[in-house]
């Protein structure tokens, strides 16, 4: 990324289509939970995953990888989604990002 580049999302979804995981702190899936309205333990039982290095939980995936959560382009836990999706592409990325992509690039983070 350039240094002081802010990439605004365009809410393409792409990034929920890439397959791998998202680690999902105690808080964040008892936000999740709650805005669901359900139970945390049927939540985790339903929509987690343990990671590969066994450290904590990941939300599932559809069998093509896509979050489970994506319904569409839209997220349909958009107003609690995890800090990992919230930060992407300016707080993390991975190899290729740009090419499936759409956030455009400001020079400044918008107020």
Same mark, same amino acid.
């Given at each position: ?17 890439? *397959?791998?995981? =998202?680690? =999902? ?18 939540? =985790? ?34 107003? =609690?989604? *995890? ?29």
């Amino acid at each position: 990324m350039e240094p002081g580049t802010y990439y605004q999302c365009q809410r393409c979804a792409n990034c929920c289509r890439w *397959p791998g995981e =998202v680690p =999902v702190s105690d808080e964040e899936l008892q936000r999740i939970a709650d805005y669901l309205e359900m139970p945390l333990y049927d939540f =985790v039982a339903k929509h987690t995953d343990l990671r590969l290095n066994r450290t904590g939980l990941t939300l599932k995936e559809k069998p093509n990888g896509e979050c489970e959560f994506l319904d569409g382009n839209e997220c349909t836990i958009n107003p =609690v989604k *995890p800090i990992q999706c919230a930060g992407f592409p300016n707080e993390w990325n991975f190899k290729g990002w740009r090419e499936s992509c759409e956030a455009i690039p400001l020079p400044e983070k918008p107020d």
